[in-house]
């Protein structure tokens, strides 16, 4: 049966009503699955079922947090259960979605979570119903239950790594190195899988868990102890020996890495059996006279009491009551204090089993006096010095003291593997969580030193102290690394140097008796293993965080942090002799060239990039690296000539070169597609033009340097540059003025200057002129600029004239660009066909003049249409002539007038005065113009029959007002208006209709 989903609301009592709402919904769109849903009514601090709570939150699937403003306010449940949410170990698989129930700010620590229905739409919106906005909620959850990922054992660390047998057979055969067979034993039994071999691993245990206990006891001498001992020894080794794949259990890499250290138990000390040796001489200093005088000597009574004590004490040890026989030595030091090493024997065994190795390491760690610790030194220093001086000694000293060492250096060991610490996945929101526990460390280490040198010669935590230095441990020790001199230079981060504390601690292990190049390769094996476990575990987060639509971690920052732990690696342990998959530079060469490295480990790639191109077009480190202080085009180049030969680097390069090329090419074709696709939305989800601009502008510049990085065959690079430009790309880039083509105002705003930048491209350019480009910008300047403005200028705006006038300018600038008859046609019909605004008009003598408001300096309308006309003319004479302009001018000043007059003069002529008699005449004195410029019949036609007596104005007097005399109205001489000659005119104007029109056809040359 499936498990169930298992869903914790966390809210504020405030919102109640919110919740109970959610849980129906939740439970009808989980429809067919089992959901078990919990909030803190029945789980929080001071409750009975705090506990059950814990482990229940701590196996959720799903956390959903009903947020308002009331939600972190004083409550102390909600700031447990927020609490729980941030830790630091919480589980991969827990997805964690906020649900916004009412409008409120949103603090910084939720962001980093989905937000559901939005961050500006809360679930108590006005206008919305609440019940759709929860099942927006419930969906989303399905959702995001549907992409968690699959729940991780807790302490698997080794993520995704899996080593391989051999790696295990070496590792179990180290353990078995030790005094103690716990560890390996402990390893063995949990990842036997097959019957007969967990059978074998239950009865070695059985057997030496009672060896040891038969030591602890003092049931048996030291040499059928070590002789049981090395037995049961070789029988594990035998085992290790020869196991295989099918006799372990599925996963048990997973085991593997949980049982590195073995746990707490019985310490591994041995009770001597040996008779009690009676001192003779107290601690005190002793000289050959101060014996005869029986000074410094022990008395039939302190001889005595001290076996007498002595006794009680194997007593006690063997009832398992450590500390009163810890007493019984005690009393004997104090009162006595006799020069013998099995009582300093008794006092260290009995000590150690009494406080145990685990509370005396700890306080080692977290009192700078260590007084238990204290204890141990002296009684190491003290039983050493008797021995050697062959006062009481013991057989067994040596094998305690060894024991003693053992169980304090595995006690540090597993306090240091609980540490929470992981420098790979501490980074980025991570690292604010990690405490520091650097300074416990550095304290580890003072402690684990004193007991070598003072206790016994015991490497086991050195060697982990060593791999930890190296990088390969809990924390990163290394600020930076550097490149001086072909020579790689790490600089600590603490107060010491690296490479010299960890020759030291190397020393160290070399004079406790190992060979130098065992250790080396045993420890090499070690940091190898774990660096590659170590990358395996970064893999594993940045898949979860981006599956969670989270990401708190720093990818780059952990990845250098590998680098540089691989880097230490090769410069302690070196690399010669070593296969691929074993080689440091190898493995850190896959960190930074994943690209170019022939079958690259799968957990290797990240999408993390190095390098990038300069202005000149050469490899340089990606700025990003900036922030690390780390020069990964250096460093890449010292691993590849240590790792491949000198010469190898002229190989690679190139291939570098190639691949940050095409990386580089592909982003630059990435953020152009984006910007297109942006700028096809026509509602809010179209991009910034602005923005979109910048972006291109950056397009441009990195297609600039793509050029320059292989200007043989990157000519399409500088074609897609100029095809951009010249308007064949998304966006306008020149602008055409009224004198010359110049760049977009917002190209100059943004520092860009298009123009400039184009010859630039066009001179460097193979396929592209000058000459090629000037069609195409012109027609691009046409459609997208010229014509829209005109389109969309207001037809009979008379304030906007000199904006109008510019317009037309930059069409005739359009042609001096490219001579294309279109752009000269749009400004010879608005010149004569005045679609937006009147050009010209025609005087009383009937030549034609600017109009009234077209006197714009430098802008003459009549030069200019006579000047289109003689270009245009060959193409359609009936359309271009100035004739035709002729005729077209009339027609329009002649709809003017003939507009003006019925406007503007009353049809009753009783009704006249003098202004409508004025403008009257200046209507006959226009038509008669208009007549001369274009000679018509018809424009004649109305002051004809005006002056007739036929119209609106009485131009004759009348006597006494009812008989019409053949004067001139008396207000006809205010103007100077003789009706009679006027008619006389007109009437001469309609007879010698021919003559005027050959006269004007003289004019236009259309008649020689």
Not at 509 to 533: D, H, I, M, N, T
Not at 728 to 745: E, S, V
Request: net charge negative; glycine share 6%; proline share 5%.
């Amino acid at each position: 049966m499936a498990a169930p989903v298992r869903i914790f609301l966390s809210y504020h009592f405030a919102d109640t009503g919110v919740a109970e709402g959610l849980k129906k919904h939740l439970l009808a769109t989980f429809a067919g699955m089992e959901v078990a849903v919990y909030d803190r009514s029945s789980t929080y601090p001071g409750t009975d079922s705090v506990q059950g709570g814990e482990a229940w939150l701590r196996w959720a699937d799903l956390c959903l947090v009903i947020y308002s403003a009331d939600y972190l306010t004083q409550e102390t449940s909600l700031e447990w259960e927020w609490a729980k949410r941030l830790e630091k170990e919480r589980r991969p698989s827990l997805q964690v979605l906020v649900v916004l129930a009412r409008n409120s700010a949103i603090p910084q620590d939720f962001r980093y979570f989905p937000i559901t229905p939005g961050a500006t739409d809360p679930v108590m919106r006005e206008g919305i119903e609440r019940d759709r906005q929860l099942l927006r909620v419930a969906q989303t959850t399905r959702l995001l239950y549907a992409s968690r990922s699959e729940p991780v054992e807790p302490g698997y660390l080794a993520g995704d790594f899996k080593p391989d047998l051999a790696g295990a057979r070496r590792h179990l055969l180290q353990l078995c190195d030790q005094l103690s067979l716990k560890p390996a034993l402990a390893l063995l039994r949990k990842i036997a899988g097959e019957a007969r071999l967990k059978k074998t691993v239950y009865e070695l245990e059985d057997n030496y868990g009672e060896v040891l206990r038969q030591g602890r006891l003092a049931k048996i001498p030291l040499p059928e102890y070590q002789e049981k001992s090395a037995v049961l020894r070789a029988d594990v080794q035998y085992i290790i020996g020869q196991l295989q794949e099918q006799e372990l259990i599925p996963g048990w890499q997973a085991a593997f890495w949980q049982a590195t250290h073995s746990q707490p138990g019985p310490a591994s000390v041995f009770t001597p059996v040996e008779e009690i040796t009676i001192p003779e001489t107290l601690h005190v200093p002793v000289s050959a006279s101060s014996v005869a005088d029986n000074l410094g000597v022990l008395s039939y009574q302190q001889k005595t009491e001290f076996r007498r004590q002595l006794l009680l004490c194997q007593d006690a040890i063997g009832i398992e009551n450590y500390t009163r026989a810890h007493s019984h030595c005690e009393h004997v030091r104090t009162h006595i204090d006799p020069q013998s090493a099995q009582l300093y024997e008794y006092l260290l065994i009995t000590y150690l089993q009494k406080e145990t190795p685990e509370r005396i390491a700890l306080d080692a760690v977290d009192d700078d006096k260590h007084q238990l610790l204290n204890h141990i030194l002296m009684y190491a220093s003290r039983l050493r010095e008797y021995q050697q001086a062959g006062l009481c000694q013991s057989q067994s000293a040596t094998f305690n003291l060894r024991a003693c060492a053992e169980e304090l250096s595995e006690a540090m060991a597993r306090l240091y593997d609980g540490l929470p610490n992981n420098q790979v996945t501490d980074t980025g929101k991570h690292a604010d969580e990690a405490p520091d526990n650097r300074a416990l460390l550095g304290r580890c280490r003072e402690m684990a030193e004193l007991i070598y040198r003072s206790v016994f010669p015991y490497t086991g935590f050195l060697e982990t102290l060593v791999v930890e230095l190296c990088g390969g441990g809990k924390f990163d020790w290394i600020q930076s690394v550097e490149v001086s001199g072909d020579e790689l230079v790490f600089l600590s981060r603490e107060r010491f140097e690296l490479e010299t504390s960890i020759n030291e601690l190397l020393n160290l292990l070399v004079a406790s008796g190992l060979q130098r190049p065992y250790l080396e390769q045993r420890l090499r094996y070690q940091l190898l293993l774990r660096l590659k476990a170590k990358r395996s575990v970064l893999q594993r987060q940045l898949i979860d965080e981006t599956r969670h639509l989270r990401h708190f971690s720093d990818p780059r920052l952990a990845v250098l942090r590998q680098v540089q732990a691989c880097l230490m690696g090769y410069q302690i342990f070196g690399d010669a002799g070593y296969a691929d998959d074993a080689s440091f530079l190898r493995m850190a060469i896959e960190y930074l060239l994943p690209g170019l490295v022939l079958n690259p480990s799968n957990d290797a790639a990240l999408p993390l990039r190095w390098f990038d191109l300069d202005a000149e077009g050469e490899v340089r480190t990606h700025p990003d690296c900036a922030a690390y202080h780390f020069d990964a085009l250096a460093v890449v180049g010292k691993m590849v000539r240590d790792h491949a030969g000198k010469t190898s680097w002229l190989q690679v390069a190139p291939n570098i070169m190639e691949t940050v090329f095409y990386q580089y090419v592909n982003d630059v074709r990435e953020q152009y597609e984006q910007v297109q696709r942006g700028l096809q939305w026509t509602d809010i989800r179209r991009i910034n033009d602005l923005d979109a601009r910048q972006k291109i502008i950056d397009c441009l510049q990195r297609w600039q340097v793509a050029f320059q990085a292989y200007p043989q065959h990157g000519q399409e690079y500088l074609d897609v540059s100029i095809r951009e430009i010249a308007g064949m790309g998304l966006m306008r880039w020149l602008h055409l003025g009224a004198n010359q083509l110049g760049t977009h105002p917002d190209s100059l705003a943004l520092g860009f200057d298009a123009r400039t930048y184009l010859k630039e491209l066009v001179a460097r350019s193979t396929h592209w002129t000058e000459d090629l480009l000037r069609p195409i910008i012109a027609a691009h300047l046409f459609v997208h600029q010229l014509q829209p403005a005109y389109e969309q200028f207001p037809a009979g705006d008379e304030e906007r004239r000199k904006e109008l006038t510019a317009l037309l300018m930059r069409y005739l600038q359009a042609y001096r660009l490219h001579p294309d008859a279109g752009y000269l046609d749009v400004v010879f019909r608005e010149l004569t066909e005045e679609h937006k605004l009147p050009w010209m008009d025609i005087g009383y003598e009937g030549k034609g003049h600017p109009w009234a408001g077209a006197q714009i300096p430098g802008f003459d309308p009549q030069t200019i249409v006579k000047e289109l006309s003689r270009e245009l003319l060959t193409l359609d004479p009936d359309r271009y002539s100035m004739l035709a302009v002729r005729k077209a001018l009339a027609e329009k000043r002649y709809r003017d007038q003939e507009t003006r007059y019925f406007r503007e003069i009353s049809e009753f002529k009783h009704e006249n005065r003098q202004p409508e008699r004025e403008v009257a005449i200046d209507i006959i004195r226009r038509m008669k113009g208009i007549f001369r410029h274009y000679p018509d019949i018809r424009f004649l036609e109305l002051p004809w029959r005006e002056l007739n007596g036929k119209g609106r104005i009485r131009w004759q007097a009348n006597l006494f007002g009812l008989l019409r005399l053949p004067e001139n109205h008396f207000e006809n001489e205010y103007f100077i208006f003789d009706y009679k000659s006027e008619r006389a005119e007109i009437r001469m104007y309609r007879e010698t209709l021919v003559h005027w029109m050959e006269q004007v056809l003289r004019e236009t040359g259309d008649m020689v």
